[in-house]
């Protein structure tokens, strides 16, 4: 039975969103943009249920002596100063000018250092890599290889080469393997939202 | 303290070194070469086929004069750096143009370096700042939201008031900026909003891991113009600098690019070439080490 209100549900709103796209109507849009408007506020209550979690995880961790006790205090912190910042009494919200700084000096540069620093950690996870999985990480530093050859920054003839022969595997292999992907998903999830929608599903119940 | 004393602590502190020490000569070799960058010849790094660039800079001549642009910043912090130089090159040559600027992202990530953008805008005092419109949440539910409203109630100002003379929304807009890199690229654009506004023009300056996703669009025409690589970004923004005479600076050298690249190579090579002599080429397996 919940099942079978659930799939209505996602029949009427799929179809909903799909007539609204056909078709040009007033009632149906203020529909449509009720459907939307909800979807929104769900999205919203997941990411504060996930803040939530996220809170509840760390505090316990905190709380029982284990694990990284330093990074979830910097953590709760960080969070901590980022809602006051945002929420206190005559705050703006995200567009607060303590919130801008905060997040333009302070959590923009740090991420940034952070993922500079992937370069020099994928080159050492390259080297354990061969270490623990010599074939596998084999072909991936090859094809790493092949693909940094190709984009080396060099001027003139040989650089136009490079380029060209970089802009094809691109536009061939690389394209040709994504667009396979990105189609069988594509209808793999076209079927399954089907699916769903006629409520052929009902057999697990 | 003893000379043999102070010997002993420094072969310890130069012992606890060692193993950081090739991280701390790359280090430094690529900031011995960013130095070094600006006196190389041989070495180009913008892209030489300029089709992509004269595109995206031929969508926003076509604009119409003091147009209403949006740049939606949803940027990934991760592969922003690659597209940074082109990202400041498209605000400065829409600034040139006369183009009203206003800035939405739809993910926490693009609202930060957003954010960061707006604040470097600011402190050049070079150019008028992008009106603020916020971090719209709801992911692709909060995108189709604002194609009938994207201005906070509380937002306020002339470039405010002209896209609420436009009726608010997406649509009153000549021209949409992507910033991609983050889930919701272009893609998410063409999907949810190209199809409610099929005239909106929509250009992208996305990282190089896009670009198979997002080329079929601009070979279909649901994407004006599209930079989606290092070097086509590069050649953009020089062709920016050309065009204005005027530096944003965010260029990167092509020489410690390439001092990045072979130290990647010769990382590559040494550690492969150490585990092939180790285990010799008839046992090579994928198995681990005993």
Known sequence: MRRTILAGIVLVTGLLILVDLLLVNPSLTDAAGAVNELLVLLAAAAAVGGGATLVAHHVRVIGAGDGDSTGSIVLLAGMGAILVAGLRPGASGSSDPIVLWLVAALLAPIAASLFALLFIFLLGAVRRGFVLRARETSLMAGAAAVVIVLLLPVGGQAGDWLAASAGWVRDVPLAGVFRGLLIGTGILVAVSAARSMLALDRDDE | ?290
């Open chain 2, 1 to 290: 303290m003893t000379s043999s004393a102070s010997s002993a602590l420094g072969s310890q502190a130069a012992a606890r070194l060692r193993p950081a020490a090739p991280a701390l000569l790359l280090l430094v070799l690529l900031v011995v070469a960013s130095l070094l960058s600006g006196g190389v010849s041989g070495l180009e790094l913008a892209s030489p086929d300029r089709s992509r660039v004269d595109q995206l800079r031929g969508a926003i001549a076509d604009l119409p004069d003091h147009p209403l642009v949006l740049i939606a910043f949803d940027a990934d912090l991760g592969t922003y750096p690659e597209i940074r130089a082109a990202t400041r090159a498209a605000i400065d040559d829409l600034a040139a143009h006369g183009a009203q600027l206003a800035i939405v992202s739809f993910t926490p990530e693009g609202r930060a370096i957003a954010a960061a953008e707006r604040e470097r805008i600011a402190r050049a005092g070079t150019e008028q700042v992008p009106a603020d419109l916020g971090f719209v949440a709801g992911a692709e539910a909060g995108l189709v939201r604002s194609v009938a409203s994207v201005v906070p109630a509380s937002a306020s100002g002339p470039v405010i008031d002209a896209i609420r003379q436009g009726g608010g929304g997406i649509g009153a807009f000549d021209m949409v900026l992507i910033v991609s890199g983050s889930d919701l690229s272009a893609r998410s654009w063409v999907e949810q909003v190209g199809t409610r506004l099929p005239k909106l023009p929509m250009v992208t300056i996305a990282p190089t891991f896009l670009d198979p996703e997002l080329e079929p669009y601009l070979r279909s025409g649901q994407l004006t113009a599209l930079v989606a690589t290092l070097r086509e970004g590069v050649a953009f923004a020089e062709a920016v600098e050309a065009a204005s005479g005027r530096s944003s600076g965010s260029i990167i050298g092509s020489l410690p690019m390439l001092a990045g690249m072979l130290a990647a190579l010769g990382v590559l090579a040494e550690a492969a070439s150490r585990r092939f002599s180790r285990r010799g080429p008839r046992r090579f397996s994928g198995r681990a080490a005993s």
